[in-house]
């Protein structure tokens, strides 16, 4: 089981305030912050945010969520924040036949996503 994923960001003030807007409505918040890392998560922090001048390639992330609400209002949160869609809201049955996902490029471009795949 992986315990935490950190991903780099060229500007942390930035990232920070779009992660949280982005994050909020699965429960995530801001929980840990040491120099120049931030890590966010639900009760411990399990998804970090590393400034560097270094250059790198986008990744792609994706979030659990527990509804298809829930992922439709990342979607809308993670835009309102300035983050630019990759994919709206809806059912991805080529993956799963529940899987309802959304998709937004962050503010370094890269993927993330927020995934229902309770049926709820």
């Not at 918040?29 to 890392?37: Q, S, T, V, Y």
């Not at 990744?59 to 829930?70: C, G, L, S, Y």
Request: aromatic content about 12%.
């Amino acid at each position: 089981m992986v315990d935490h994923v950190n991903i780099p960001v060229r500007e942390m003030e930035s990232a920070k305030r779009f992660y949280e807007a982005a994050l909020a409505p699965l429960g995530y918040r801001c929980l840990m912050r040491d120099g120049d890392a931030l890590g966010f998560g639900v009760s411990t922090w399990s998804f970090g945010l590393v400034r560097t001048d270094a250059t790198f390639p986008p990744v792609h992330i994706a979030f659990a969520a527990q509804t298809r609400e829930a992922v439709t209002a990342f979607h809308a949160a993670a835009l309102a924040a300035g983050g630019r869609d990759n994919g709206q809201p809806g059912f991805r049955r080529h993956y799963d036949p529940n899987y309802f996902a959304a998709f937004v490029l962050d503010l370094d471009g890269h993927n993330v996503e927020a995934v229902c795949r309770n049926g709820r």
